[in-house]
Nanobody, 120 residues
Framework: QVQLVESGGGLVQPGGSLRLSCAAS????????MGWYRQAPGKQRELVAA???????NYAGSVKGRFTISRDNAKNTVYLQMTSLKPEDTAVYYCYAGPSIWDVGPKDSWGQGTQVTVSS
């Protein structure tokens, strides 16, 4: 099993920045990718960004150019640097770890979620 611990959410004004972190532990041999999904009230969960251990990335179109995903393989940790935040970025952000940067399924592990609120 894989355990994921997220940190870094909070309240920020529009145009501001936040950095999310997600540290993985446990049985990591099956993991090739880590990333973030988000879910706003009344909306479906959507991919934000994901990165493979080899460095390949996948971003949602709505965050390209504003968010950057990176990873520290030695620490089994993934970071999501979010800049130029907009109110529509408000959501619960969930870290995941699993086989693919392109989609998620039953083999993925999930964090507990961290709230990001963008509001003046």
């Amino acid at each position: 099993q894989v355990q994921l611990v997220e940190s870094g959410g909070g309240l920020v004004q529009p145009g501001g920045s936040l950095r999310l972190s997600c540290a993985a532990s446990g049985s990591l041999s099956s993991i090739n990718a880590m990333g973030w999904y988000r879910q706003a009230p009344g909306k479906q969960r959507e991919l934000v960004a994901a990165i493979s251990w080899g460095g390949n990335t996948n971003y949602a179109g709505s965050v390209k150019g504003r968010f950057t995903i990176s990873r520290d393989n030695a620490k089994n940790t993934v970071y999501l640097q979010m800049t130029s935040l907009k109110p529509e970025d408000t959501a619960v952000y969930y870290c995941y770890a699993g086989p693919s940067i392109w989609d998620v399924g039953p083999k993925d592990s999930w964090g507990q979620g961290t709230q990001v609120t963008v509001s003046s």
